[in-house]
């Protein structure tokens, strides 16, 4: 993945100015400035502040798909999950497939 390009796309999405990504990510704008304009790879520090802004985690923006928000639901589901023995995940899952086929 380009880093650049992903930021640019990013920025795009959201359409925001450089100035508003320094003051929602708390970077300068000169250090911003220098990331998009002249194209120079932000070190890890400033690509988190960066991703900070756009409400995104490094993971997330490293991601080659769209990543599935985990909810407070998801995450109690995949908690109790990883306790069951693998019948009893094994029965669980034939039931959410059941469930979740077209009528």
Not at 1 to 9: F, P, Y
Not at 24 to 33: E, F
Not at 48 to 66: K, M, P, R, V, W
Not at 79 to 101: A, D, F, V
Request: proline content about 5%; aromatic content about 8%; some cysteine.
């Amino acid at each position: 993945m380009d880093v650049l390009e992903r930021l640019h796309k990013l920025q795009s999405e959201f359409g925001w100015s450089d100035y508003l990504i320094a003051k929602k990510s708390g970077l300068s704008p000169g250090t911003v400035s220098n990331v998009y304009k002249r194209n120079n790879i932000p070190n890890l520090s400033t690509l988190e502040s960066i991703c900070g802004a756009f409400n995104i985690t490094l993971s997330q923006f490293f991601a080659d798909n769209d990543m599935i928000e985990l909810t407070p639901e998801l995450n109690e589901l995949f908690t109790n999950w990883i306790k069951l023995p693998e019948e009893q995940q094994t029965i669980i899952l034939q039931l959410i497939k059941s469930c979740s086929r077209e009528p």
